[in-house]
T-cell receptor
Framework: DTAVSQTPKYLVTQMGNDKSIKCEQN?????MYWYKQDSKKFLKIMFS???????INETVPNRFSPKSPDKAHLNLHINSLELGDSAVYFC?????????????FGPGTRLTVL | AQRVTQPEKLLSVFKGAPVELKCNYS??????LFWYVQYSRQRLQLLLR??SRESIKGFTADLNKGETSFHLKKPFAQEEDSAMYYC????????????FGQGTTLQVKP
């Protein structure tokens, strides 16, 4: 199946812990994104990488560190988790500049910080 | 500033009724506009983009630059249309960055 996949699907953890979420796409896209969907379902971009280079960093606390080992993978590491980090995190990918910017989304990772 | 506004958090209609989900945007250049849909327990997926001017699942959306709007319409709602709908704007062809509205939940009652 060609798609964007994320692991894990659910993540429950204690405040103060460090956790990672992984994202992989096999669509051949060169740009990947992380979005946060809060409890009110508001979707906001956090980061974007193009071919392993950071191109968007939207006022996100530096406890969040994205890592892109290659253009098919974009992982999100979060240090010292806080209650407010509880949300659904979506990964997406596209290849911008091909006439339109349709993004393909992963299934989401629901993070709950206790 | 780039902004997308969806004024309705929830829109509830009966099956067969017309539907209009409102979207207004703020952008100084020539934006690309999209509607994304998230069905229950499914991932976010593209429904429509303004440049293709197509009808998908009976939905259409017309970009009105004068009113800076991109409302989503369907003449006869179906129960399977119940979902969360997001209007999104892309102002950068280099990064493909999407700015989303707050989302509107469409509930179609039998």
């Amino acid at each position: 199946d060609t798609a964007v996949s994320q692991t894990p699907k659910y993540l429950v953890t204690q405040m103060g812990n460090d956790k990672s979420i992984k994202c992989e796409q096999n669509l051949g896209h060169d740009t990947m994104y992380w979005y946060k969907q809060d409890s009110k379902k508001f979707l906001k971009i956090m980061f974007s990488y193009n071919n392993k280079e950071l191109i968007i960093n939207e006022t996100v606390p530096n406890r969040f560190s994205p890592k892109s080992p290659d253009k098919a993978h974009l992982n999100l590491h979060i240090n010292s988790l806080e209650l407010g980090d509880s949300a659904v995190y979506f990964c997406a990918s596209t290849t911008p500049g091909l006439g339109y910017n349709e993004q393909f989304f992963g299934p989401g990772t629901r993070l709950t910080v206790l | 500033a780039q902004r997308v506004t969806q004024p309705e958090k929830l829109l509830s209609v009966f099956k067969g009724a017309p539907v209009e989900l409102k979207c207004n945007y703020s952008y100084s250049g020539s934006p690309e506009l999209f509607w994304y849909v998230q069905y229950s327990r499914q991932r976010l997926q593209l429904l429509l983009r303004h440049i293709s001017r197509e009808s998908i699942k009976g939905f259409t959306a017309d970009l009105n630059k004068g009113e800076t709007s991109f409302h989503l319409k369907k003449p006869f709602a179906q129960e399977e249309d119940s979902a969360m709908y997001y209007c999104a704007l892309s102002g950068s062809s280099n990064t493909g960055k999407l700015i989303f509205g707050q989302g509107t939940t469409l509930q179609v009652k039998p």
